[in-house]
């Protein structure tokens, strides 16, 4: 590996942190640095934090509709690996290097300006953004914060070790290898438990994919074996049917459905995974808890209630409701403000561009215009045939958010539609990064 | 005076020279504001990079309109995805969608395509008046659609559902008795067609 400009101010951040414990000198020029300011401001200028699917979308659509207002994204990872299709390669039909991408094209193709580092406050009321490296200026910022996970809410989840154990990998990276890794290493006749979180979360059919991929390599690769999914919802919450027909007539005997049974303890020693219905012995556990907005939304303060997890926002133009000019979107975003729509990477990418338009208007004096979103997200439950869903939303001036115009799913599975599904990818990845 | 003509001067350079950006970015039509969640699948523009998903961007308004008023009737079977989609505007909105990419410049397919099989699609859209409707280049006009230059797996797909009936068009009834084979290569030939 070679070391990065960006993973030097890293590295020698770290380890400053490091030394800060020993000196106050270290300490000191640490928060200088974050007073710095990085790039003056000199005309107007859009911050977006998270270079993920909304952040992307949101940076490049602002640069588009008003190429003269200076862009900046700031994200801490200079990789973009991508979370749908990454179910794919934990199945073991794609590799890592299939869904990892660097943002460099924005930066070349609309001007938009890049810093690699972490945001660590926001004073939003002089509009300023400080991260590790120095503070940032904004006139309108736009934070994309992705999801974290609620370790918290599973006994025994509570150190890295555990953590490295049972991989969640609903964020596309190091987890998605460590979970391919654990079931190509595993021995024949070996269970694999998978949670599914309640509702909300992540991309609500990607538990059923995964599950159905890693049932389609256990038939093929692991005799004997089998995928139990206790879900803590009481039935599958997308797709259902086509899930279901797909399980029965491929992965019976192989794939183990069962509703209402959240895992409520976990035990690193010896692979118990708890559920609310009893006790399973697993050589794999693949536990993903229960979500809540990115840590970034809690220590900048976005959070309205004292009991959300979820980031409110308006659903016109996704501005927060605890800061003026701040705006937020994607999977980040509390339904019960933004209205119902899924949590999914198309409606991040569909949220960056009503969200962009909103920012740049407002910021030239203009209004901002009515929001129109849509979603269309394929699983795969095979090598070869995918099921899908889609859906148009619209604003409902009555009740203020956004709601259904159209919706459905498949008819059946089909291979044509896996071939859409790869096409789809390579479709919002441009719209995203090209 | 000629203080104040000085600034009429001014004023009209201003606004002769004031970007058009600025100015574009005071209108939005209502084929942008709900065409932009379009790219989702059919990427920036419309310039769909795979094989599968139809090339939008320059397409032309009129067969476009058409094809979503009927994607959302139902008249249009087979993509699935469309007739979901399309159920989600109303028939103006429709027709604003695509003017909003009919009127963007059109960009080639970037499939690979195959030499031997882009000969024989070739000759099959000759002895075929393919281009008595689509033009030399496969240009499309108006009502007939551009093909020249699309992305092959999407256009095999639709010459399929013209040959089973599930699109209805007296002009492509032509595909009905060929062969898959045949269909192929006339893709082929029509992706690669500059």
Known sequence: MTISRRNLIKYTTAAAAGAAVLGTSTLASAAQKQTAKVMPKKGKRIVVLGGGWGGCTAAKYAKMEDPSIEVILVEKDPKFISCPISNLVIGGQKKMSDITFTRDNLAKNYGIKIVYTEAVALDAVSKKLTTVDGTIEYDKLIISPGISYAYDTIEGLDSPAAIAKFPAAFKAGPETVALRNMLVAMKPGGVVVMSVPPTPYRCPPGPYERASLIANYLKKHKPGSKII?????????????????????????????????????????????????????????????????????????????????????????????????????????HNGAVGGVPKSGYVANSMGKVCASAVVRTLNGLEPVEPSLANTCYSMVNDDEAIFVSAVYKYDYNIKKIVSASGGVSPKREKLFAKHEEDWALGIWNDMLG | MRKLKLLFYCALTAAVLTPAVVFAAQTV?????????????????????????????????????????????????????????????????????????????????????????????????????????????GEGMDAFPRIGGQNKGYMEEAMKRYKEGLIESEEMAVVKDMSEEQLTALSEFFSSLR
């Open chain 1, 229 to 333: 999914i206790c879900d803590a919802n009481d039935d599958v919450t997308s797709k259902g049917p086509l899930f279901k027909k797909a399980w029965a007539d491929y992965y019976q005997g192989i794939l183990e459905y069962v509703p209402d049974s959240q895992v409520t303890k976990v035990d690193m020693s010896t692979g118990v995974i708890t559920t609310e219905k009893g006790e399973i012995k697993s050589a794999v556990a693949n536990i993903i808890p229960t979500m809540k907005a990115g840590q970034s939304a809690f220590d900048l303060g976005l959070m309205n209630k004292p009991e959300d997890t979820f980031v409110r926002a308006d659903a016109f133009t996704f501005e927060s409701y605890n800061f003026k000019d701040v705006y937020v979107i994607g999977d980040a975003t």
């Open chain 2, 29 to 137: 039509t209502e084929g942008e504001r709900l065409g932009k969640s379009c790219a989702g699948c059919h990427a920036t523009n419309g310039y769909a990079p795979g094989e599968y998903i139809a090339r939008i961007g320059g397409q032309n308004t009129d067969y476009m309109t058409k094809a979503m008023k009927d994607y959302a009737a139902g008249s249009r079977k087979g993509s699935v995805e469309m007739s979901i989609v399309a159920k989600g505007y109303s028939e103006d909105q429709l027709a604003a969608i695509s003017a909003y990419y009919g009127s963007k410049k059109w960009m080639n397919s970037t499939n690979k395509t195959d030499k031997k099989l882009v000969a024989k699609g070739k000759k099959i859209a000759a002895e075929n008046g393919c281009f008595d409707c689509h033009g030399a280049k």
